[in-house]
T-cell receptor, first 114, second 110 residues
Framework: AQSVSQHNHHVILSEAASLELGCNYSYGGTVNLFWYVQYPGQHLQLLLKYFSGDPLVKGIKGFEAEFIKSKFSFNLRKPSVQWSDTAEYFCAVNANNAGNMLTFGGGTRLMVKP | NAGVTQTPKFRVLKTGQSMTLLCAQDMNHEYMYWYRQDPGMGLRLIHYSVGEGTTAKGEVPDGYNVSRLKKQNFLLGLESAAPSQTSVYFC?????????FGPGTRLTVL
């Protein structure tokens, strides 16, 4: 079974700092990749997704992620964070042998100080 | 469209009590899912359904049952609640790969 690792459990940044959150997965075949965000007290919302094509994916609110197949990684980046980016971020993987099932990472809790 | 809705939003149970969580979606999605979210563990799949009348076990199905009698509804049941089932429960639905989530139900079992 595939697994997804998010190595940063908690990240604290000041506004305008750059952000990179790591995501690694264990499946060797074709994958679809997702980043979801959960703002305090809210449900998960899709930030961005990768199915195929350009490995650099742009999402909402200035976020982007890069799929590096050789490293089994799909790291999330933002050049300049805002206080409103304070949230928990989840990486998720859908392997092509798993139907529509998603495997989630443990999440990274980001706090942005104003 | 309301998207995915869940009822109730909050619930407190005593050990041994039963309850049913309701998930409804108005997007005509075939697939529906129930997850639980616990700190540091992300979301773990409890049960899922690939269509009306079908259900299947996910990663952590023990202590839960589900039913999908109508395409738009997916019910999660706890027959005899245990403190280990204290969690936030999320329902999701999808047409293909992208899942859409409900607002969650916070359940506490005392």
């Amino acid at each position: 079974a595939q697994s997804v690792s998010q190595h940063n459990h908690h990240v604290i940044l000041s506004e305008a700092a750059s952000l990179e959150l790591g995501c690694n997965y264990s499946y060797g075949g074709t994958v679809n990749l997702f980043w979801y965000v959960q703002y305090p007290g809210q449900h998960l919302q899709l930030l961005l997704k990768y199915f195929s094509g350009d490995p650099l994916v742009k999402g909402i609110k200035g976020f982007e992620a890069e799929f590096i197949k050789s490293k089994f990684s799909f790291n999330l980046r933002k050049p300049s964070v805002q206080w409103s980016d304070t949230a928990e971020y989840f990486c998720a993987v859908n392997a092509n042998n798993a139907g529509n099932m998603l495997t989630f990472g443990g999440g990274t809790r980001l706090m942005v100080k104003p | 469209n309301a998207g995915v809705t869940q009822t109730p939003k909050f619930r407190v149970l005593k050990t041994g009590q039963s309850m049913t969580l309701l998930c409804a979606q108005d997007m005509n999605h075939e697939y529906m899912y129930w997850y639980r979210q616990d700190p540091g563990m992300g979301l773990r799949l409890i049960h899922y359904s690939v269509g009306e009348g079908t259900t299947a076990k996910g990663e952590v199905p023990d202590g839960y049952n589900v039913s999908r009698l109508k395409k738009q509804n997916f019910l999660l049941g706890l027959e005899s609640a245990a403190p280990s089932q204290t969690s936030v429960y999320f329902c999701a639905s999808s047409l293909v790969n992208e899942q859409f989530f409900g607002p969650g139900t916070r359940l506490t079992v005392l």
